[in-house]
């Protein structure tokens, strides 16, 4: 784990400092917008015999289970205010979302939403492709799909693609097609803005070609942005080479992203208001974006409903909940040794197991583990992660801090304890822990490993803080806000859906 260290005053008239980023490659009672949007669909049920046809709009995320949540989430949004949604899937994840459909007796899959249709298409993978691999897969995207887009767009007369940062290649469709492209930011605004200074970097000699920081420091761009000690492509690149051309690519891309015809963000003002501020242009900032229960339309695996029921069982603020989305792998000293600091602490935890969470485990090692913490801890395959954080039974939730689970933990104001593992995970904990204080870090021992002794005594120094869980709480209220009628997110949702138009 890298610790801070204070340095100098460098060019940008306060401390540097240096830490990790991003890559680039890579049931509750209604809430209020909710209530919002289902008023929205009864007057436009009402309307649809009379009104002219729907304007179509194409939303393309990168094929991450944390990329699609959100945009399949926006879509809803957008067919909710009227328009045609042609969704893109690749032709692997799609089969992987019907089929997590079909297991949880969603009959009927293509059907995600009124107004929302899916288009599948080729990822340039083979059948034995490492899809986990974010580097190779995002190599093989652009010249697998940019064609087939171009066709889809001009067949289905598509006036706007809606296309996700780490998919910032199909912003050429504006040129070869005639659309309009809003760029949408998957991950905080302040990977954003670190984009934009890396050329300034390198050319200050902060940083090398290859990303690599030259001095033991920290980069901080703003004093209330997060501190960065790793560039992302560090954590994600296998050598200097493959490095140094992930960096030139970023750089390359990034003049064409500034230049899209809007900049879309999954944040909220009262969080992140010095980052957005740096953006090239006025951003539309529409955050949270959080998943809605009522389809699993954006899941890669079948959501077992059994958590809530087991957690109805719980006593409030009671359960620590353990995910670490869709790309974490765990080796078996990690596995066991999470397992017995779960067990340690003493309290009931829900820990989500996806199938291909755990390297070179052998599956007779979970049922064993099962069997001997009994009804204190339940352990799923996937869990229907909104409706677990807003369950009262929730106390903490122990994260990798992807940016879209980081945006639903603050919607439900449930206290952090941060696992990063690479990309953005790490800045996104510099903002729970250092900015927000809405949790902690969990520390590894000078071999590597997180041990039992530290999960134990994290989840109780978490649990006996307070402060820690007010903040928490108070950026729950923040969110809320941002969200309802006249928020400031739904203000611009608003603008959105009129440009859009």
């Not at 669909?41 to 393309?60: G, I």
């Not at 905080?188 to 001095?215: M, Q, T, Y």
Request: proline residues 6%; glycine residues 8%.
């Amino acid at each position: 784990m890298v610790v801070a260290r204070q340095s100098t005053p460098g060019r940008y008239g306060h401390r540097l400092l240096f830490y990790l980023q991003f890559s680039i490659y890579i049931h509750r009672p209604q809430q209020p917008e909710e209530a919002s949007h289902s008023r929205h669909r009864t007057l436009t049920a009402s309307m649809a015999a009379t009104s002219p046809p729907r304007p179509r709009v194409m939303v393309l995320p990168f094929p991450a289970q944390g990329h699609v949540m959100p945009l399949m989430e926006l879509s809803r949004r957008l067919a909710d205010h009227g328009f045609e949604v042609d969704f893109v899937n690749t032709e692997y994840n799609q089969a992987r979302v019907l089929a997590a459909m079909a297991a949880g007796g969603e009959a009927g899959g293509a059907a995600a939403h009124a107004g929302i249709r899916f288009v599948s298409l080729p990822d340039g993978m083979g059948p034995d492709g490492d899809r986990t691999d974010i580097v190779e897969l995002g190599q093989s995207l652009p010249a697998a799909m940019l064609g087939r887009l171009e066709e889809v767009i001009r067949a289905r007369n598509t006036r706007w693609v809606v296309v996700d940062v780490s998919m910032n290649w199909a912003l050429d469709l504006a040129a070869t097609v005639g659309v309009r492209v809003a760029l949408f930011l998957t991950y905080s605004a302040a990977v954003f803005v670190l984009r934009a200074h890396i050329p300034k970097l390198i050319e200050d000699g902060i940083i090398d070609e290859s990303g690599n920081v030259k001095r033991n420091e920290r980069i901080q761009l703003s004093p209330k942005m997060p501190a960065i000690a790793e560039l992302p492509w560090t954590s994600l690149a296998k050598s200097p080479e493959s490095r140094r051309a992930m960096l030139q690519s970023v750089i390359k891309s990034h003049p064409a992203c500034t230049l899209a015809d809007a900049i879309v963000c999954n944040t909220f003002q009262e969080i992140e208001s010095e980052a957005l501020a740096l953006l090239p242009k006025e951003p539309l900032v529409i955050g949270p974006l959080v998943a809605s229960k009522s389809t699993s339309a954006s899941h890669f695996w079948p959501e077992d409903l059994t958590s809530l029921a087991w957690l109805d069982a719980q006593a409030p603020s009671s359960v620590a909940y353990v995910a670490f989305g869709s790309y974490t792998v765990f080796d078996t000293a990690r596995l066991q040794e999470l397992a017995d600091g779960l067990e340690l602490t003493g309290r009931p935890f829900l820990w989500v197991v996806r199938p291909n969470f755990a390297d070179g485990v052998d599956e007779g090692w979970l049922d064993e583990f099962r069997c001997r913490v009994g009804g204190k801890g339940l352990v799923v395959g996937w869990a229907p992660q909104q409706r677990v954080l807003s369950h009262p039974s929730v106390a903490c939730f122990i994260s990798h801090c992807g940016w879209n689970s980081t945006m639903e933990g603050v919607r439900h104001g449930v206290p952090f304890l941060c696992w990063p593992f690479f990309a953005d995970q790490f800045l996104n904990q510099s903002y729970i822990c250092d900015l927000w204080g809405a949790g902690l870090r969990i520390c590894a021992d000078e071999r590597g490993i997180v041990t039992k002794e530290e999960i134990r005594d994290k989840v109780a120094r978490l649990l006996g803080d307070e402060g820690i869980k007010a903040r928490a709480l108070s950026l729950k209220s923040r969110a809320c806000a941002s969200i309802a009628d006249g928020g400031s997110s739904h203000q611009d949702l608003l603008k959105f859906v009129n440009l859009l138009r």
